[in-house]
Nanobody, 117 residues
């Protein structure tokens, strides 16, 4: 079982920035693809936002390209999401995910991001 703990959410004005962090208990952290998902208010499903494989391949959903940056520190078992130029449509609960087809799929408890003036 891998534990994931997100932090760094909060209230920010449009155009502002936040940096989310995700600490993991994975003993083989580099074997996991680490991703960020979000669930907006009233939406039934989580939306995939970004991911970084163990070897550093990074992909983003189109709506955040150029504004969000995902990174990971394999030595510290951490993954980050730098979010710049935030807009109200980015308001959501953000979840950290660890995925490996053999080892399993794990989620954090989520951190709230609210973009509002």
């Amino acid at each position: 079982q891998v534990q994931l703990v997100e932090s760094g959410g909060g209230l920010v004005q449009p155009g502002g920035s936040l940096r989310l962090s995700c600490a993991t208990s994975a003993t083989d952290f580099s074997a996991y693809t680490m991703g960020w998902f979000r669930q907006a208010p009233g939406k039934p499903l989580r939306e995939w936002v970004a991911e970084c494989t163990g070897d550093g391949t990074i992909t983003y959903v189109d709506s955040v390209k150029g504004r969000f940056v995902i990174s990971r520190d394999n030595a510290k078992n951490m993954v980050y999401l730098q979010m710049d130029n935030l807009n109200p449509e980015d308001t959501a609960v953000y979840y950290c995910n660890a995925h490996n087809s053999m080892l399993g799929d794990f989620w954090g408890q989520g951190t709230q991001v609210t973009v509002s003036s």
